[in-house]
């Protein structure tokens, strides 16, 4: 295998994408994590949605730092998927822009029983196909 090829990713069970969630799926080509943002309360919104739900405001998609710490975790040990080896790392992630502003994905790139409460982490993105679309899945792996 050539040094320079890219790493297996597991096949991840991914929604599929519409106007509302397309931005936050797809950003991750340019490196970016995209999250809903309301302009006129000046507030954060994941999950995606339509309008704001304080305000019912029009949100936009909007670059965010993509670093975070974990706020909770599990290390899950079935095979649900068997494209995904265990064990793996589930976890809600606090990024830095907003207190309450959290993300479910999962921890990658160091040993499971490493990760913990509080574990600063940063974004990666893995490439993956639906149907005849490209998506990038945020994942987020220990920080230096």
């Known amino acids: 295998m050539s040094d320079d090829a890219p790493p297996t990713v ?8 519409n106007d509302h969630n397309r931005a936050f799926w797809t950003a991750g080509a340019d490196g970016r994590l995209l999250i809903p943002f309301c302009v ?39 095979p649900f998927n068997p494209d995904v080896p265990v ?23 160091c040993e499971p029983d490493s ?5 600063p982490v940063e974004v990666r993105f893995e490439r993956q196909e639906v149907g005849a679309e490209t998506v990038y899945v945020p ?6």
């Open 10 to 17: 597991p096949g991840r069970m991914l929604p599929a994408l």
């Open 40 to 78: 006129p309360c000046g507030v954060w919104v994941n999950p995606s949605a339509a309008d704001c739900p304080d305000c019912d405001g029009v949100l936009e998609a909007r670059p965010v730092s993509g670093r975070g710490t974990v706020f909770t975790y599990t290390v899950n040990h079935q």
């Open 87 to 109: 064990p793996y790392v589930i976890a809600i992630v606090e990024l830095d822009e907003q207190h309450d502003l959290r993300i479910a994905s999962n921890i990658v790139d």
């Open 115 to 119: 990760v913990r409460i509080g574990l």
């Open 139 to 144: 994942v987020f792996a220990p920080r230096d």
